[in-house]
């Protein structure tokens, strides 16, 4: 059994909530989180060796329940009321949850009502997406992205064979030429996501830090030209225990030879 993986104290981290928050973030301040995935369980297209949401696995046999727009409308809609009362701040109406958001069937639907919402009760706040991109290759799906103040694109490591070790590409995700295809096309409308680390995984050593796995990544940026990379490094509990957390000045070297190809970094440690 999967469970067996996780120490007594540590597990998978899953909102339990359409409408979490808001809760501090390091990135995005005061963000106000929309969860469009089923409650207590995962559904993504990929799964991450680090994924606080824990292994697919232990998802695939939970009910694929999906709140309807006009549901998570309503949801949205009653907590804004709350927190205007409240006078509570909100920097980021922020998609994520338990699972890759722009798998919700009717995620270009449910970004409009966020962003109307947002318009009416914070207009000052900004709309961030949290999206591993493995969507961003289906035309309404970049649509959507670019209605969007914050689309932030994951991209881990600069080979296939890397992603396949890392972020485990399962069929509701796309190939890698489609990923860097549709990666570059969405160009500096979008921001990179990167989580380094080194460690092994099912005894094999992983890593996104040796020089020609960093070299290809830092082409494949050459080419995106993202309005930023968000460099950051392990934070929590992850499934795969043999993984290492980067310290801040190791982050800051890596994050040094990203400026040197001319894009911008932000280092979260
Ligand atoms: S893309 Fe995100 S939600 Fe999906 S497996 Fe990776 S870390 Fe987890």
């Known amino acids: ?7 007594q104290t540590i597990r998978p981290s899953l909102f339990e909530n359409t ?3 808001p809760i501090h973030s390091r990135r995005f301040g005061s963000s106000l989180g929309v969860n469009l995935l089923p409650l207590k369980h995962k559904h993504c297209s990929y799964d991450c060796i680090y994924c606080e949401c824990g292994w697919n696995s232990e998802s695939e046999r939970q009910p694929m329940e999906f709140a309807t727009p006009d549901e998570i409308a309503g949801l949205l809609e009653h907590r804004l009321k709350e927190l205007r009362q409240q006078c509570t701040p909100v920097d980021s109406f922020t998609f994520a949850g338990n699972g890759e958001p722009t798998l919700y ?42 209605k969007l103040d914050n689309p932030t694109l994951k991209l881990d490591c600069g080979t296939e064979e890397m992603r396949q070790l890392i972020n485990r590409n399962n069929d509701l995700g796309c190939s890698w030429q489609q ?12 921001i990179i996501q990167t989580l380094l680390f080194d460690g092994h995984s099912n005894g094999k050593p992983v890593s996104n830090l040796v ?6 990544y830092l082409g494949h940026l050459h ?5 930023h990379v968000m460099l950051y490094a392990l934070d929590r509990a992850t499934p ?6 980067l310290s801040v000045d190791e982050l800051e070297q890596y994050a040094q030879r990203i400026r040197n190809e001319g894009v911008e970094v932000k280092v979260y440690g």
């Open 240 to 245: 795969e225990k043999a993984l290492r957390k």
């Open 19 to 21: 409408i979490v928050g």
């Open 1 to 7: 059994m999967r469970d067996q993986q996780y120490p």
């Open 105 to 146: 069937p009717h995620f270009p639907e449910v970004v409009d009502i966020v962003v109307a919402l947002r318009n009416s009760y914070y207009p000052e706040a900004a709309t961030t997406l949290l999206t591993n991109a493995t969507q961003l290759y289906r035309p309404e799906i970049a649509a959507a992205l670019h």
């Open 223 to 227: 080419r995106i030209k993202p309005r």
């Open 211 to 216: 020089d020609t796995e960093f070299n290809a």
């Open 179 to 190: 990923l860097i295809d549709s990666l570059v096309a969405f160009g500096s409308d979008g």
